[in-house]
């Protein structure tokens, strides 16, 4: 049967996962990140907020897929199987889950339908939601209006908002606060235990848009009483698109509807000719259909290389990269839009020069070897842990050329 075929040959690049978890290195060697991101050998990469280069060990992974399927087919379909399930248990390691909690999506937006659909709504019942959130954290919510679901707005300012507004609009009737967990456009950080807090004081639960700050900012699930996250791991995580993580904390999986049910959904799955709906007591019961198997292939390849370093020290280092950007562009005359203090800080940082066009402004960058993104009438940047000063140099040299060009 087609997935459930032994692998009959083993080609050299299919080596077996680990079983245990790669020792972090006791002295990050920033350096040897840096040569596996073969983006640096032509740009200034300070777009990971957007979508991330692939580093060397998921471009590998990539072309060992390729060259597996090209020349054996499925004959190893059930060892490339097995590194997902090596994903799932790294990424329940990392984060503090178990492996029953961790499902493997395609995307953030999967993730936020399938709790968004899944729970078990009364009409009056309502949702809490943040004003400029990302739309994907927002529409699967607005669309639950059919289902006489109230949406609550919290107000913000350049994402920025009192944790007392959202308080008061939570309730008897409020069943669901959801969250990003950093801001896109500014960089702004939730504190997360508070508003677990908050969700926990009415009975809610609460729902964490993780994207951009999973995998580069430390979250134990164990400590932080978040009841649902998704991410993509195309940002952070320096994965493939179409590759992502859910995590649904196990007591709440009976309470959702179960949504996507396939072949892989159930506990033999592979056993096509017993059909029973006797689903997996795991969240990879979301997991219903084919897998993206090269994408997960990619992001377990990263997730592989980064779990190899402290997740303090990669949040730390991409903190300080960010703060003598700040420094760096203030000299140019920059207004810093993102809040850098300590408890607010992210990697993402969000500016504006005076008198000028960003959309312009990042044209002549990209001319120049630098890359970096337009968000809200502002210029972004985000660097990962691997970038280092020689690419904020290049980014004050493209900003001063294009400052010259446009006065």
């Not at 994408?295 to 003598?324: H, N, T, V």
Request: hydrophobic content about 40%; proline content about 6%.
């Amino acid at each position: 049967m087609k997935h459930g075929r032994m692998t009959t040959t083993t080609p050299r690049f299919l080596s077996p996962p680990e079983k245990t978890m790669p020792e972090p290195l006791p002295d990050p060697d920033w350096l040897a990140l840096r040569r596996k991101m073969a983006v640096t050998e032509r740009w200034a990469y300070f777009d990971h907020a957007a979508v991330a280069p692939l580093p060397t060990p998921a471009r590998e992974a990539v072309t060992d897929w390729a060259a597996d399927f090209a020349t054996c087919g499925d004959v190893n379909w059930t060892a490339w199987a097995r590194r997902l399930e090596t994903l799932r248990r790294r990424a329940a390691e990392r984060f503090g889950a178990e492996p029953k909690e961790i499902a493997l999506i395609h995307s953030t937006t999967e993730g936020i339908s399938l709790v968004a659909e899944g729970f078990p709504w009364q009409a009056g019942d309502n949702v809490v939601l943040f004003e400029g959130e990302f739309p994907s954290n927002l529409y699967p919510w607005m669309n639950l209006r059919s289902r006489g679901v109230e949406i609550r707005w919290v107000p913000t300012r350049h994402e920025r908002f009192d944790l007392q507004d959202a308080a008061r609009l939570c309730d008897a009737r409020t069943k669901m606060v959801a969250v990003s967990w950093v801001g896109y456009a500014t960089g702004w950080r939730n504190d997360l235990e508070a508003l677990a807090d908050i969700a926990d004081r009415s009975g809610a639960l609460l729902f964490v848009d993780a994207i951009q700050g999973l995998g580069v900012l430390p979250l134990d699930v164990g400590q932080v009483p978040i009841d649902f996250f998704a991410a993509d791991g195309h940002k952070w995580m320096l994965g493939a698109e179409g590759a992502g993580l859910l995590y649904i904390r196990h007591e709440h999986l009976e309470q959702l509807r179960p949504l996507g049910i396939g072949w892989n959904s159930v506990k033999h799955a592979t056993d096509y000719a017993r059909v029973e709906l006797d689903l997996k007591t795991s969240a990879s019961r979301y997991e219903g259909g084919t897998p993206n198997m090269v994408g997960f292939a990619a992001l377990g390849a990263s997730f592989e290389m980064l779990c190899r370093y402290p997740i303090e020290a990669i949040a730390a280092r991409i903190i300080d990269l960010g703060q003598q950007a700040c420094q760096r562009l203030k000299r140019l005359g920059a207004t810093i839009a993102s809040d850098r203090a300590p408890d607010r800080r992210s990697g993402i940082i969000t500016f504006t020069l005076p008198d000028t066009d960003p959309v312009a402004l990042r044209q002549v960058c990209l001319e120049r070897g630098v890359v970096l993104s337009c968000r809200a009438g502002r210029l972004r940047i985000s660097p990962h842990a691997y970038n280092n000063l020689d690419d904020i140099e290049r980014l004050i040299s493209a900003l001063e050329s294009s400052l010259k060009q446009q006065r």
